[in-house]
């Protein structure tokens, strides 16, 4: 079944170093969206990307965070100097065109950031 | 006011008991309504989606909306042990319809 790949599914960091989350999107979805999901929080939408393309960074933080879509390779969601504030379950999520009628995202499993 | 309420629970049926999940939203401009089902380190799944009122059926799956009470549920017949998961609710709209708006979800248990 290939759907949404994330990795890593598990990852500690400590304060202050980097976190890089990855994501493969489904076999012929080229849109990709990440979503964090905080602790005791619904999920949260952080950011929606096409190839080479930041669509929506809306709900990215201002400062540390940053995504991209490159035209070859996986998404990937980088987080600068983490706190302990950014653990959480980063999900990554995917459609074959913006998501439209069918309402339907494809998710990934998560990557569980744990931050010491 | 959040934009989304949904009652975390955690809630517990018996096997074979029709489960009702709600929740209500604020935000006017939602049109897509969806319920996912989480199941533990996993990520959601979509059960239903609905556009605007009315109701929509799935196997023993029912999914409401009323939005002049900003009003949707998840009805579920016949719960199954299988059916333990949290249920996520989400809605979009607004000429953003990608940036789903989640519940917290809430936990079901249905026990054999």
């Known amino acids: 079944n290939a759907g949404v790949m994330q990795n890593p599914r598990h990852l500690v960091r400590r304060r202050g170093q980097e976190a890089r989350l990855r994501c493969s999107p489904m076999k012929g979805h080229s849109h990709v969206y990440w979503y964090r999901q905080l602790p005791e929080e619904g999920l949260k939408f952080m950011v929606y990307?096409?190839?080479?393309?930041?669509?929506?960074e809306s709900g990215m933080p201002k400062e540390r965070f940053s995504a991209e879509f490159p035209k070859e390779g996986p998404s990937i969601l980088r987080i600068q100097q983490v706190v302990r504030g950014d653990s959480a379950a980063y999900f990554c999520a995917s459609s074959p065109q913006e998501m439209g009628y069918t309402g339907e995202l494809f998710f990934g499993e998560g990557s569980r950031l744990t931050v010491l | 006011q959040k934009e989304v309420e949904q009652d975390p629970g955690p809630l517990s049926v018996p096997e074979g008991a029709i489960v009702s999940l709600n929740c209500t939203y604020s935000?006017?401009?939602?049109?897509?309504f969806m319920w996912y089902r989480q199941y533990s380190r996993k990520g959601p799944e979509l059960l239903m989606y609905?556009?605007?009122?009315g109701n929509k059926e799935d196997g023993r799956f029912t999914a409401q909306v009323d939005k002049s009470s900003k009003y949707i549920s998840l009805f579920i017949r016949d719960s199954q042990p299988s059916d333990s998961a949290t249920y996520l609710c989400?809605?979009?709209?607004?000429?953003?319809?990608?940036?789903?708006?989640f519940g917290k979800g809430t936990l079901l248990t249905v026990n054999p």
């Open positions: 935000n006017s401009a939602f049109q897509y």
């Open positions: 990307l096409q190839k080479e393309n930041i669509i929506d």
């Open positions: 989400a809605m979009s709209g607004g000429g953003s319809n990608y940036k789903l708006t």
């Open positions: 609905t556009y605007s009122s």
